[in-house]
């Protein structure tokens, strides 16, 4: 099946189409930045030169292909600069509207569980109401959201904190460990469900195993509290990690201080107010697809030793895991 992949040179992009193309699939791949392309994917196969904002070059992507994984996306919540409105807004119609309209088949739209955060209850589940975020992320999301269920046609995967190696801009979850592990983790209400990259990478591969009824797979991933999550990156490095027990007012405010002061100052430690509110307010996933989950540990360990080769990390500071 001809597959065309927005998002390939990303962190999920990358790897699904690794695992797109281990399963037999011909991969196309709308980038913007063909150079970084290559040397996020260690080659050329494949690659076409577009921006999902721009209609016409999405429409000449889609034409000739079987079927659509669209996991471009813009985030933002840790403080970087972020088109929205671009990429989760009028890019996303362009590329699921267009290729619902192509009849392409399946059509497979990479979501997130922020959609549901902050949640109604306990657990998240398949049948949980959208959520009105805060923050400028969670509200895009939620409107691409809404876009994508009209449409009728396409599968929506909702992964929950993507961790693991090989994220070609350190981002997200990946960002957070490196600051937990560095400064320390604040001990807070909340948590995050850990869903490894290439476990999360498999299960949209397996979206493509043929046509079929459009469907929402929640991968939401293993839920770990903060406090759960000091203790891994302890137990897996041998060293103490440094904690801060917080109220959540406070960890709300020290965001919005860092907001301010990142207009000014370059700060890299990854909190904000956005990411504060979605790391208290954050709850399990109740059920989603049988889909065969390595340990958070292993994943863990795998992005230390992984942020460590990469320079993000001293060996020093990921412990036992140090070659």
Same mark, same amino acid.
């Given at each position: 099946m001809r597959v065309l992949v927005t998002g390939a040179s990303g962190f999920v992009g990358s790897h699904a189409v690794a695992a797109l193309r281990a399963a037999?699939?011909?991969?196309?791949?709308?980038?913007?930045d063909p150079e970084r392309a290559v040397r996020v994917l260690g080659g050329a196969d494949g690659? =076409?030169?577009g921006d999902i904002?721009?209609?016409?070059? =999405?429409?000449?992507?889609?034409?000739?292909?079987e079927a659509v994984l669209h996991a471009a996306a813009d985030m933002g919540v840790t403080g970087r600069a972020a088109?929205?409105?671009?990429?989760?807004?009028?890019?996303?119609?362009?590329v699921l509207g267009q290729a619902v309209e192509l009849g392409l088949d399946p059509v497979v739209h990479v979501s997130t569980i922020a959609v549901f955060v902050p949640p109604t209850g306990p657990r998240i589940t398949a049948a949980s109401p959208l959520a009105s975020p805060r923050n400028a992320y969670g509200r895009s999301k939620v409107a691409g959201e809404r876009y994508a269920r009209g449409l009728g046609r396409v599968t929506i995967v909702y992964?929950?904190?993507?961790?693991?190696?090989?994220q070609p801009r350190l981002?997200?979850?990946?960002?957070g460990i490196r600051a937990g592990v560095r400064q320390g983790w604040p001990l807070v209400p909340g948590g995050v469900g850990v869903i490894d990259v290439r476990d999360l990478a498999g299960a949209l591969a397996a979206c493509f195993d043929g046509p079929g009824e459009p469907r929402r797979v929640l991968l939401g991933g293993r839920f770990v509290t903060w406090s759960e999550m000091a203790d891994l990156?302890?137990?897996?490095?041998?060293?103490?990690?440094?904690r801060y027990r917080l109220p959540p007012a406070l960890l709300r405010g020290l965001g919005s201080t860092l907001d301010l002061l990142k207009k000014v100052i370059p700060i890299s430690y990854p909190l904000t107010r956005d990411a504060a509110e979605?790391?208290?307010?954050?709850?399990? =996933?109740?059920?989603?697809?049988? =889909?065969?989950?390595?340990?958070?540990?292993d994943t863990i360990s795998d992005t230390l030793r992984w942020l460590a080769a990469e320079g993000h990390l001293k060996a020093s500071e990921i412990g036992t895991l140090a070659p």
């Open positions: 037999g699939h011909d991969c196309r791949l709308l980038v913007r690659l =076409v030169r904002r721009d209609a016409a070059a =999405v429409r000449r992507a889609l034409t000739g292909c088109d929205l409105a671009g990429a989760n807004g009028q890019g996303l119609e362009n992964p929950g904190g993507v961790a693991g190696p090989g981002d997200a979850l990946n960002e990156c302890e137990a897996v490095t041998g060293r103490r990690i440094r979605i790391m208290l307010t954050n709850v399990p =996933v109740a059920e989603g697809e049988e =889909v065969a989950l390595r340990p958070v540990k």
